[in-house]
């Protein structure tokens, strides 16, 4: 009975999706959000599918292909015969209207491997160097081998074909990422890449074919010889270092990089890999005119990269790579529109474009790419003068500003500098809060040099080390005379990972560029330099005046302020936040019973509850996304949360206390020297555990008013002296000839520990 029902219930199964199928029309090649991928099967038996780049190369994937973007252009598959198969001129038509079979031919397994590469047009140059390989020609040879047969170029040289020739037969499916293979003559090993696209790479040549069989092994078609395109082949491929020096065109630059990292470019046994993008000699002997030393080494460093890299791996219309020095390199891929060759080059910090001329020349630990000109590094000077430069930057305007002030900038010393782009003015002049200082800045030349080195932070390591997610730093000092420790760093997560903020400044990738002895970071904002205390912003604003005589009263500046500063986040009630909201606008006291039962230490641990060591911006420029929930320990030891809801609204509160009452913030970031302020509507309520419980000790007062028609009054031998002391008395001992009125009842309150 249960393998029937089973069986109905999968019949129905197949019912209802073929149903659902038909009735939206469902095809393959619609799968995965718009993703087009291919579909061998649609094209024919013994029909696979390839990528094809622009200029009709074609080359094998791992995976079926799909429309992505390859070098800013959408990236095309074909279909053609599988590998071993190829098309048959005297194929037979369809048989009742059936798509007769392309690809009917099978290649023969058993030819000569020589033989098959011959009959092969893209790859057939190669078949006579091949068979001059002595492993292959010697009938007792252990086998079986692997080929990679090489696409031959116009311009290419002499070609060692024992270096295309490992013993094993590797499959495709075999050559996993990062494997080592052997070559008969052992002279080297061929190192194994995977692209995320599905394509593979051996030492960087794209494999274009694979998998075709022969007598001695298998053969696999690739892009180019594997000792790299061009006429310089005769170089020394044991490591990435004899390559440099032994290349004609690389000896130069080989010559002056440091001497470890020469050492690390020459370890093959260490197990790291690099990429060099080595400038020509000619390039590299204009850079030596311009810089000496360990200058020049810096230079030279800034042009390798940890890791292989290979050309096929730059198929973004982007790439961003990091040197072993930490910089970033920008590499553009493109499709020339006249040659449909795809084009990579370096695009610098001010836009200049530096071409790959010759790529993937690999070595044992890595590959070199050959440049048409030197990165040069980023200058002060260049930045000052060069104006091109700075309008690519997009900072032209604030560098005009530091180009009319004396920035006190030590030689010696090491600096961050934040930058901000020509966007940050016109954001500076519509930002409400920061109007009146705009309006300053346009007029006071004292004060634009002021923002000018606020934005300049003194740092021994020019900052430029901060990669990982952190909290606050320790503070720095700008470049203004006599300045305060400012808080400037903060990190916040992100969906795209950790962004760096100075203030509220967002720097979204934590990228610095190295200019002599500064680290630049470009930003979308300014910075407003305070000019007041904390103490300072509660004496002069009229809605604080509560909090800030309880916070002279408790000495928070001596004992907290200037001990944390800049790290101080004081979260301080309204006047009107301190009203009880039970209270009538008759009431003698209308305020909080908080406002008056905390005295000395305890009131001190009550304003604490309301400091947070932290240097904390929020609202619009905040650290704080709209729908988050951020949990922040007080200086009371109790912890806070901030709650900010999909509109925007931060409430703050603690376990303790009832989410309904949290306060709500009213006015966010009133910046000071030493901390930052936010205005509350409501108090944080003091736990149990941290403010000691009071009783409330209520005492009724009765105003009563008296007063008698006459003062001869029966039985009162001096009732007008009496009525002065005592007039309710009186009056009530004569209810008819006096009256006695209840003026008004009032009753006070004080607590007392419990």
Known sequence: MMSEMKVWIGLLTVLLTSRLLRGQDYKYSQQFGG?????????????????????????????????????????????????????????????????????????????????????????????????AVSELKNEEAEGPFTIFAPKMGEDDGPIEASEHVVRGRFYAEDLKEGMELETVDGRRKLYVSRFGYGALGI????????????????????RHPLNGRGTFTNTDRTSVMSLLQSHPETQAFADDLPPDLKRDLGAVD???????????????????????????????????????????????????????????????????????????????ECDEAINLIETDMAAANGVVHLLEKAIKPLTTKMLLENEKCAKALKVNEFVKLLKECDLYIDDNNKYAVILPRDESFQWWSSYEQFREEYQRFQVDKEYRCKVARYHIVNSNDKLDSMESFASHTMGHRTNNK????????????????????????????????????????????????????????????????????????????AKHFQKNAPRNLYLVTTDDGWKDPRSSAQSLNPYRSENTMYQGETLEKFLLLHHVPLYLWGGDIGYFPPNSVHKFMSSAGVELTFWRDASGVMRIGHDEMPRDQWPKVVKWNLPAR?????????????????????????????????????????????????????????????????????????????????
Not at 76 to 81: A, S
Not at 331 to 339: G, R, W
Not at 528 to 557: F, G, S
């Open 35 to 131: 993703l087009n991928y291919a579909d061998p099967d649609s094209a024919g038996y013994r029909q696979c599918a390839y990528w094809e780049l622009p200029d009709g190369t074609q080359l094998h994937s791992e995976c079926d292909p799909y429309n992505m973007e390859r070098c800013g252009e959408t990236a095309r598959f074909i279909y053609k015969c599988c590998s071993g198969f190829e098309e048959d001129p005297d194929t037979f038509g369809g048989y009742r209207r059936q798509q007769p079979v392309k690809c009917s031919r099978m290649i023969s397994p058993y030819n000569e491997c020589a033989e098959t590469i011959l009959k092969s047009a893209e790859v057939a140059p190669f078949s006579p160097d091949l068979s």
């Open 270 to 348: 260490s197990g790291k890999r690099y990429t060099v993008l080595a400038p020509r000699t000619q390039a590299w002997n204009d850079i030596k005119r311009q810089f000496t030393g360990k200058k020049l080494q810096q230079v030279a460093a800034r042009h390798v990269l940890p890791n292989q890299v290979c050309s096929g791996a730059l198929v973004s219309k982007v790439n961003q790579k990091s040197t072993v020095l930490g910089d970033k390199v920008k590499i553009i891929c493109t499709v020339d529109k006249q040659s449909s060759q795809e084009k990579r080059y370096i695009m610098t």
């Open 203 to 222: 030492d960087c040549a794209e494999i274009t074919d694979v998998d075709l069989e022969c007598r001695s092994g298998i053969i696999h078609k690739i």
């Open 482 to 557: 006599k300045d305060y420790l400012y808080e400037t760093t903060y990190f916040t997560k992100t969906p795209q990972g950790p962004m760096l903020n100075f203030h509220y400044s967002p720097i979204p990738d934590m990228t610095a560029l190295t200019v002599d002895n500064m680290a630049i970071y470009i930003t979308s904002r300014i910075n407003v330099p305070p000019e007041k205390n904390l103490t300072d912003i509660l004496q002069e604003r009229p809605d604080t005046t509560l909090t800030n005589k309880k916070t002279i009263d408790t000495e928070m500046d």
């Open 674 to 754: 030493d901390g930052i302020i936010w205005l509350l509507d409501g108090i944080l309520q003091c736990p149990s555990t941290l403010c000691p419980l009071y009783a409330e000790d209520i005492d009724y007062y009765d105003m009563f008013v008296a007063a008698c028609q006459t003062a001869h009054l029966p039985g009162e031998e001096n009732a007008a002296a009496d009525f002065r002391k005592k007039p309710t008395d009186v009056a009530n001992r004569h209810p008819d000839d006096c009256t006695v009125v209840l003026q008004l009842s009032e009753q006070s309150m004080r607590y007392v520990e419990a």
